[in-house]
């Protein structure tokens, strides 16, 4: 199972995120992605990940499920999260 982190480069509460999850997900599990990184659109246009995320990150996505996990989020939400 793969799992997408949306975070942003500066966003201490996606290092928290990110260490967190590395407590119980493998790292070549995880993929970060940077919101203002999406190639396809600018930021403010409709469908952009940061439309999508900007206020709402880290937020972690189950890549198989679709489900995501929200910040904040303790060990416990995590674990509940990927099992």
């Known amino acids: 199972m ?3 982190l949306y975070s942003s480069v500066g966003c201490h509460l996606c290092e ?3 260490a967190l ?3 119980v997900i493998a790292s070549s599990q995880i993929t970060v992605v940077d919101i203002l990184d999406d190639d396809d659109k600018e930021p ?7 439309s999508q995320y900007g206020i709402s990150i880290p937020v972690l996505k189950n890549q198989q499920s679709q489900q995501e ?3 904040p989020f303790d060990l416990h939400a995590l674990q509940e999260f990927i099992q």
Do not use: D, H, N, R
């Open 69 to 71: 996990l929200f910040w």
């Open 21 to 23: 999850c590395l407590q």
């Open 16 to 18: 928290e995120a990110l």
């Open 2 to 4: 793969k799992y997408l």
């Open 44 to 50: 403010e246009e409709p469908g952009s990940l940061y």
